[in-house]
Each structure stands twice: as structure tokens, then as C-alpha cells.
Antibody
Framework: QVQVVESGGGLVKPGGSLRLSCVAS????????MKWIRQAPGKGLEWVSY????????YYADSVQGRFTISRDNAKNSLYLQMNSLRDEDTAVYFC??????????????????WGQGTLVTVSS | DVVMTQSPLSLPVTLGQPASISCRSS???????????LSWFQQRPGQSPRRLTY???NRDSGVPDRFSGSGSGTDFTLKISRVEAEDVGVYYC?????????FGQGTKLEIK
């Protein structure tokens, strides 16, 4: 049974920090690139960041570059998002999800995606 | 950044009738490996997004075969052959060929 569960959301003041966690089970976590996607209230989906399976490479949207840091602990099947210098416009539901993986022949495989239920981050004074 | 433009943004459909959503990218989505990394997502009210198709036309496991994706280059389409009540929600196209990966604005499907 595959599960992806986010936690760590809450209410924080502008300029504050928050750390989101995502724990996965039911698939080989370390094989998969993982991503954070967010959705502001009543709005569409926005990429935030993603990290390769090994943790060697990470990528950020311009809107969060320099303020957010993605990391993972494959021994704990966990993905994290450290969010600093939070702004009102960071208010959103943050989703954690798998992306895809490379097979033994270095072909990109994205045959399945697993999403969590999301965690709400509210930035407000 | 690659801009993804969906149309229509609102789609009222009668139950049992077909539906079609268009997605246009501002540049080619063909990657160096020859693949096109264009996906479609469904988000039902109050739920997390769910991927329906990937690499233009590959349907995800468990997705009904009334959903189909097609297209090439910069023009892509999601078709629903016969709309059912459970299809209500917002549909997004997404490109993951060039970073930053980007979503379309979303198309809200409702039942007439």
C-alpha cells in the first residue's frame, strides 16, 4: 500500500520559518525524484522544488530560490522543505509527490506518481 | 519559462457527451531523448491532483479508458469520450521538459 504523508504546515508570521516533512512508504523511495508542488487558495498548481533520488541535485522555482531548501533522508523515506523568510504569497497547500526514476539503462521512467494529501501553510500577521 | 495555455478555462458538459481540453506550449516540448514530457492532471473538489496521462498519451494505471491524451510539438489535447459525474473538477496540463516545469491555468469541468 503506497502512502505519502505531509506534515509541518501551520500559521506563521511574515519573515518566519517552517519546515515541511513528507514520509513515503510502499515504493522504493530512494529510486525516485521527489517534488513539492503548491496551490494557493482558489488558485492553480505551482512547482516549488524537486530533488533527484540520490539527493545530489535540486531545483527551485525563482519565487522561492534562496529562501527554501529541499532535502531528503533516504534511510527514513523522507523529503523535507525548509522554508525561510516566508511571505504572504507563500500561503498555500503544499503537496509532496514522486516524479519518476531512471532505470538501469538510464532511461527516464515515469510510470507512476504518488501524491500526498497536502499540508496548509498560512503566512499572516 | 515555458508558458502553458489551456482552453477553455470553463467547460460545461452534458453527462454522456464528449469533452475536449486544449493545451498549447510557448515552445517545443521535445526533449533531447526524443520524448515529449507533457502530462495531464485531474483535481476533483477537495482532493489532491491525480495524474491521468504522461508523455502525451500514456494513460496512468487505473485511469478509465474514456480519457485520452494526444498531440505533438506545441499543441496537445485531453479528450473524455463520455463525461461522467465523477469527472467534475479542474484539469491541468503540465510540461516537465524544461525547468522550471510549468502548469496550465486549469480548466474547470462542470456538468450542465
Amino acid at each position: 500500500q503506497v502512502q505519502v504523508v505531509e506534515s509541518g504546515g501551520g500559521l506563521v508570521k511574515p519573515g518566519g520559518s517552517l519546515r515541511l516533512s513528507c514520509v513515503a512508504s510502499g515504493f522504493t523511495f530512494s529510486d525516485y525524484h521527489m517534488k513539492w508542488i503548491r496551490q494557493a487558495p482558489g488558485k492553480g498548481l505551482e512547482w516549488v522544488s524537486y530533488m533527484t533520488g540520490s539527493g545530489a541535485n535540486m531545483y527551485y522555482a525563482d519565487s522561492v530560490q534562496g529562501r527554501f531548501t529541499i532535502s531528503r533522508d533516504n534511510a527514513k523515506n523522507s523529503l523535507y522543505l525548509q522554508m525561510n523568510s516566508l511571505r504572504d504569497e507563500d500561503t498555500a497547500v503544499y503537496f509532496c509527490a514522486s516524479m519518476g526514476k531512471y532505470d538501469n539503462e538510464k532511461n527516464w521512467i515515469e510510470d507512476v506518481q504518488h501524491w500526498g494529501q497536502g499540508t496548509l501553510v498560512t503566512v499572516s500577521s | 519559462d515555458v508558458v502553458m495555455t489551456q482552453s477553455p478555462l470553463s467547460l460545461p458538459v452534458t453527462l454522456g457527451q464528449p469533452a475536449s481540453i486544449s493545451c498549447r506550449s510557448s515552445e517545443s516540448l521535445v526533449w533531447s531523448d526524443g520524448n515529449i514530457y507533457l502530462s495531464w492532471f485531474q483535481q476533483r473538489p477537495g482532493q489532491s491532483p491525480r495524474r491521468l496521462t504522461y508523455k502525451v498519451s500514456n494513460r496512468d494505471s487505473g485511469v478509465p479508458d474514456r480519457f485520452s491524451g494526444s498531440g505533438s510539438g506545441t499543441d496537445f489535447t485531453l479528450k473524455i469520450s463520455r463525461v461522467e459525474a465523477e469527472d467534475v473538477g479542474v484539469y491541468y496540463c503540465m510540461q516537465s521538459t524544461r525547468w522550471p516545469f510549468t502548469f496550465g491555468q486549469g480548466t474547470k469541468l462542470e456538468i450542465k
